[in-house]
């Protein structure tokens, strides 16, 4: 199953590392995480592939304890719960971290801003130190890489993924910016010209000259 990578990602406040229950130490020295089937093997100062659950001092941590990176009011039939209290709302919430490593993709050479200028995908990929095989394509891990976001602050980069792709790809062009290539399933933020304000992030593929 999936190796991680050193953790060179700034650390966060104490008191959202906390200790975690549902792992164990393999014969190499190695914990396992057991939370989820990927499984992680970490040595101390790795993180899996979720990048929020990681080894410190021979134990397996949680390093996004009361951090949440979203909240939103949902239908309750959303939610893995049988027949309870049908036709009502629920408000869920969760923190950043993730164990999909999902197959919608960018063309290698799309650019991205990165706090050390404009870089192709593909060589920010090819600068990751560690990479593991997952699922017919890779993931690196960079060290220390920041891009900017849509709200012009600095966000860390936890993993690169490069997969081989077969089938069609979009060409996407926004005012102001180069085109771009992706797959007709990969999300862009966007907003419909009836309201600007409603930013969210959309398929490729449903897009239209009105966005
Ligand atoms: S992806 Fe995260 S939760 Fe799943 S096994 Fe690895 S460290 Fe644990």
Redesign the pocket.
């Known amino acids: 199953?999936?190796e991680?990578t050193d953790s060179t990602v700034e650390r966060p406040p104490e008191g959202s590392i906390i200790d975690t229950r549902y792992?164990h130490v393999l014969e190499d020295g190695r914990v396992?995480?057991?939370?989820?089937?990927?499984?992680?093997k970490?040595r101390d100062g790795q993180?899996?592939?979720?990048?929020?659950?990681?080894a410190e001092a021979g134990r397996?941590k949680l390093f996004s304890y009361g951090r949440s990176s979203g909240f939103c009011v949902d239908p309750i039939e959303k939610k893995p719960l049988n027949h309870f209290l049908p036709g009502t709302s629920v408000l869920s919430f969760g923190t950043a971290?993730c164990?999909l490593a999902c197959k919608f993709c960018f063309h290698p050479d799309t650019l991205i801003a990165t706090t050390r200028g404009m870089k192709r995908i593909a060589d920010l990929f090819e600068g990751c130190g560690e990479k593991i095989s997952h699922d017919g394509g890779e993931v690196g891990f960079p060290a220390s890489l920041k891009v900017w976001t849509r709200i012009a602050s600095q966000a860390l980069v936890a993993k690169v993924f490069a997969h081989p792709y077969c089938g069609e790809l979009l060409s996407l062009k926004a005012n102001c910016c180069p085109p771009v290539l992706l797959t007709p399933n990969h999300k862009v933020f966007a907003a419909h010209r009836s309201n600007l304000a409603d930013i969210r992030p959309i398929e490729a593929a449903n897009l239209s000259i009105d966005h």
Request: hydrophobic content about 40%.
């Open positions: 199953m999936n991680a792992w396992q995480c057991d939370v989820c089937p990927r499984a992680c970490l993180r899996g592939l979720c990048f929020v659950r990681g397996v971290g164990n």
